[in-house]
C-alpha cells in the first residue's frame, strides 16, 4: 500500500554549505503537510478497506454455494478448496488493511498531540499526570521490545484475546514522519476501557513508561490508544 512521501528537510541553506534553521513559518507548513498527506492516504485506505470488505462477502457467498454444490454431488472437493483458500486471501488483505488504518491512527495522533505533550512539564521518575487529552508515567523500569510478550501475556490471561497492537517498534509510517519509534509500541485501546485502564495499571505496577492518549480531538475515540515505552522524538 503506498504511503505519504518522506518529508523533505527545510532550510537546506545556499551553496556552500551554510544551513539556516527553518522558521516557525516553514515548520507550521511542513508540519501541516505531513498532517494532509497522511489523512489523505488514510481517506484511500478506507475506500480500499470498503472494496476488500465487499469482496470478502462475495466470495464467502460464493464458497458457500461451492460447498451445497459439493455435497450436492454436482462440483468436486477440489473447487470447494480453491473457494475456501479465496476467502482466506481475502480476509488477510482485509486485515492488513485494519492494521493500516489503525497504526496510521495512531502515528497521527502522536503527531497532532506532539506539541502538547512537549509543552508538559517534566515528569520525574515514577511521577503520572493526567490532562483532558493525554496521561503520562514515566516509569523508572527500562523498556525494549522484548517486554512485549509479558504484556501479551498478561491480557491474554485477563481479556481472552490477544493484546491490539497497532504499531510494534518502527513502521512506514513512524519512518515517514520521523519519529523514532524502535522502542515502543502502540496498543488501539482505549485508556478509559475497561481493558485500556487494566493494562495502564500492570504498566504502572511494573515500572513501565507509556502516554496514553484519549483522541487527538477532544470527545473523539479516533486515534486513540496506549503509547508504551518513552515518547518518541524526532528522528
Known amino acids: 500500500m503506498a504511503l505519504l512521501a518522506p518529508v523533505l528537510g527545510l532550510g ?9 534553521a527553518p ?6 507548513r511542513s508540519r501541516n503537510d505531513v498532517i494532509q498527506k497522511t489523512k489523505e492516504t488514510r481517506a484511500g485506505a ?7 470488505e465487499a469482496e470478502v462477502k462475495r466470495i464467502t457467498a460464493e464458497y458457500q454455494r461451492r460447498r451445497e454444490l459439493y455435497h450436492q454431488g454436482f462440483i468436486s472437493r477440489t473447487e470447494v478448496i480453491q473457494a475456501e483458500q479465496a476467502v482466506a486471501q481475502a480476509m488477510l488483505r482485509l486485515e492488513d488493511d485494519k492494521r493500516f488504518l489503525s497504526e496510521t491512527d495512531t502515528a497521527l495522533t502522536e503527531f497532532t498531540m506532539r506539541d502538547e505533550l512537549l509543552r508538559l512539564p517534566g515528569l520525574a521518575l515514577g511521577g503520572y ?12 523500569a ?31 509510517t513512524h519512518e515517514r514522519m520521523r519519529f523514532d519509534h524502535r522502542n515502543a509500541v502502540d ?6 476501557s475497561v481493558e485500556g485502564q487494566s493494562v495502564l495499571n500492570y504498566l ?16 473523539a475515540a479516533t486515534g486513540a490508544h496506549i503509547h508504551i515505552g518513552k515518547p518518541s522524538p524526532r528522528l
Not at 537546506?12 to 539556516?20: E, T, V
Not at 522558521?23 to 507550521?28: Q, Y
Not at 478506507?46 to 476488500?52: G, M, P
Not at 527500562?142 to 513502521?171: D, N, Y
Open 142 to 172: 527500562g523498556f525494549t521490545l522484548a517486554e512485549v510478550t509479558k504484556i501479551e501475556r498478561f491480557f491474554s490471561q485477563s481479556f481472552g484475546r490477544g493484546l491490539p497492537i497497532s504499531a510494534l517498534g518502527q513502521t512506514v
Open 204 to 219: 504502572r505496577q511494573a515500572g513501565i513508561p507509556f502516554v496514553a492518549f484519549r483522541g487527538a480531538i477532544p470527545g
Open 187 to 192: 496498543v488501539a485501546l482505549h485508556p478509559e
Open 46 to 52: 478506507e475506500t480500499l478497506l470498503a472494496l476488500h
Open 12 to 20: 537546506q541553506g545556499a551553496p556552500g554549505g551554510s544551513r539556516s
Open 129 to 140: 499526570s493526567e490532562t483532558n487529552t493525554l496521561l503520562r508515567f514515566n516509569g523508572a
Open 23 to 28: 522558521t516557525d513559518s516553514e515548520l507550521a
